[in-house]
């Protein structure tokens, strides 16, 4: 089984920054792409960022400047910083991989920002 745990969610005011991590663990055999996603209350789940094995990145416009992604591959683990966090960043925030071929969700972490 492979499993993937989120943490460092939380409140924070506008302005304010946030960093999140996404480890996955179990029986794993390849990791290709890692990513974080969000989903605000009433709307669909968007991408936020992915990133491959390799290290190229995908970001959504939305957070480009603000977010990085970045991992680590020895860790199984997937980081998102956040900088400069608006109202809009709300949401909770699901990590997803590649792990064996099949996509995996961890069970999401909610980020809230205070305007």
């Known amino acids: 089984q492979v499993h993937l745990v989120e943490s460092g969610g939380g409140l924070v005011q506008a302005g304010g920054s946030l960093s999140l991590s996404c480890t996955a663990s179990?029986?794993?055999?390849?990791?290709?792409?890692m990513g974080w996603y969000r989903q605000a209350p009433g709307k669909q789940r968007d991408l936020v960022a992915t990133?491959?094995?390799?290290?190229?990145?995908n970001t959504a416009d939305s957070v480009k400047g603000r977010f990085k992604i970045s991992r680590d591959n020895a860790k199984n683990t997937v980081y998102l910083q956040m900088n400069s966090l608006k109202a809009e960043d709300t949401a909770v925030y699901f990590c997803?991989?590649?792990?064996?071929?099949?996509?995996?969700w961890g069970q999401g972490t909610q980020v809230t920002v205070s305007s």
């Open positions: 179990g029986s794993i055999f390849s990791i290709n792409v």
């Open positions: 997803g991989a590649d792990i064996n071929r099949f996509w995996y």
């Open positions: 990133i491959t094995s390799s290290g190229n990145t």
